[in-house]
């Protein structure tokens, strides 16, 4: 079975985009295609297209919406890497913007001009984002100079727009009713933490009061992440994230550490000064450190620094700007909330980049295992 | 640029392969393009299609031989990760097995049957190589029940034999004379080494003389790759390998360790016993452990393994059969030498398997970085 497929790179996340015409409808069927085209049963992916990390494992599947006012649908995948599963929970902005401009690229939207913008509705989550692909001349572009943290590579700018975020998943911003709370992890103290639904239910540990900083080094996190997983598997149930008896996953929520800004250097090698940002995040992708920072938990960071009480405002000192501006491992990410209604944002934006790099046709064994032919 | 290309699974590596046709004969234009497609400036390959691991960042230019009694010619390219640049010096064996497929499924050599011969030229060292692979039926195969140390996965059964390996780079199979020799690398105690030209130039050390085991696990070896660098460095010269003044590379010589075998578990989780393998192999892949063995190394330790004394002679405790069985941290690789005329091996041999992944067009910016379209 040949199935087509393209490669893009959002940001700093690559993934493998399936148009819906080309793979099943019915989940247990598109998971199997997925694990054997990824060779995802294999620790390092060697049988197949998977990058072997979190963020260069990851698919979508893209579909023209039925929905009026959308113009895109799309399921987002995170494959398993040496799991043989796939995670369907979560959704990916990076990958979003992946999507906005394959649906430019591939016709599947009219361009409009010097811009052209994608409505998108992600299929996981329920989230609603608009990408601003830039078609400068009213062309499609192939290669571009915008870039984002984490990568000196150039791309096509893509503005990325989350709408009404907040409580997509489990109806409330704040799904226990408080910006602010202590969490008891396993036998230790409790810490301070701020559990928020916006862009990705996420629980955000205040960095101090878990005797951390918030602005640990990638090789520093390794040995906060299986802390940081107890702090996930113990916030979950708090969240409504998981139904009685079920096992907690790795996806949602999204974990991190939060902090106050600090100069400290980039993974590219870049010094950062404590004035070039307001808060100092360090999050987990799956089980493994984020080189940078997930833009659903972005969004999830910007939105809490809205909430007086919440660990990002007190990380920040107060409240910022129109832009929040977050220090990740790979650099600084500006993230904005407009469009304020009661307090809850109804346009949260990121400016990113995203590149097709290859259009392909994939060898998928039949089975989650390679057969004779 | 779409620049069409094809991922193979050759063994325990991954490799684009690209017609002759489709890319530049030049060598600095070539090099430059697969810079650009595969990401390679940035540590992680994000903006590109390489697999950022040394054994999954490889390419080969392929095309029909001019050569009478050779079908296809192969230029083997080791793409930096992080470095923005290629090492043009070595052969890879498991590229090779994926090049015989390719070469059969696109219609580059003629099916014979139930197998099908493909004699290839590697254009890097002047190795010359022949691939047997399954036609069962007189088909091309797109998958496979064969499997290879180092994955669970499936592939098309490719036997590859190495014809008259000896000395093809620096032109004797003992570049210094001896089968084995003291070497003094840095300011410690000297350790016995043998230092042999077969499928690639290779400084093999004994592990014992160097207060080590040669049953290391990958863990473990990450701490001893400063020093096996050290090692490869020092053999450098002796070999013949370094222009005067020149500084040493991280392709070749190869260099490992060699010693005894022991009861070990493979990294899949299997136990091997003693009495499964004769020595057991630890090699570097440019300054990273080596997963299993490179195919050129274990031609190497075989060849040497008829060398009375070598340290591969020695750690084995005397000859062995047909066969000789490397235990890799992958699990056990069978090489057989044969055809033997003055002790030197005619053809050595692997069972290995290879398997098509995907076919495509890569989106390649025009210089080593992104531009604007």
Known sequence: MHTPATLVRGGTSKCWLFHQVHVPAERGELEKLLVAAYGSTDPVELD??????????????????????????????Q??????????????????????LYAVAKGLVPITGDRTRVTMRNINTGAVLEGLVDTTGGLVHDFGEQTVPGTRAGGVAVG?????????????????GQAAQELKVGTADPVLVSMVDAGAPVVLVDARSAARTGSETLE????????????????????????????????????????????????????????????????????????????????????AG?????????????????????????????????????????????????????????????????QAA
């Open 79 to 100: 494959v398993g890497i040496g799991t043989g599963t796939v995670e369907w929970t979560s959704n990916c902005g990076n990958c979003a913007t992946g999507v906005a």
């Open 220 to 303: 520093q996190m390794r040995t906060h992440t299986p802390w940081l997983r107890t702090v996930r598997h113990t916030a979950a149930p708090l969240m409504g994230l998981l139904e009685p008896g079920q096992a907690p996953g790795d996806a949602v929520p999204k974990v991190g550490l939060v902090g106050e800004p600090v100069p400290y250097t980039t993974t590219l090698g870049e010094a950062v000064a404590a004035e070039d940002y307001d808060v100092s995040v360090r999050m987990l992708t799956m089980n493994a450190p984020h080189p940078a920072i997930g833009l659903t938990s972005a969004v999830a960071v910007a939105t």
């Open 160 to 176: 990325l727009t989350f709408l009404d975020p907040a409580g997509r998943t489990t109806g409330h911003l704040l799904p226990t």
């Open 48 to 77: 197949g297209v998977g990058g072997a990390t979190p963020t260069t494992s990851k698919a979508a599947v893209v579909s023209a919406s039925p929905e009026p006012g959308t113009d895109i649908d799309y399921l987002f995948a």
């Open 306 to 370: 809205l909430l007086e009480d919440s660990v990002v405002f007190r990380a920040a000192g107060g409240p910022t700007g129109d832009w929040l501006r977050l220090g990740t491992p790979a650099g600084v990410v500006a993230v904005r909330c407009s469009d304020l209604r009661d307090g809850l944002p109804g346009r949260v934006t990121v400016q990113r980049a995203a590149r097709l790099l290859a259009d392909a046709r994939i060898y998928v064994p039949r089975t989650g295992r390679a």
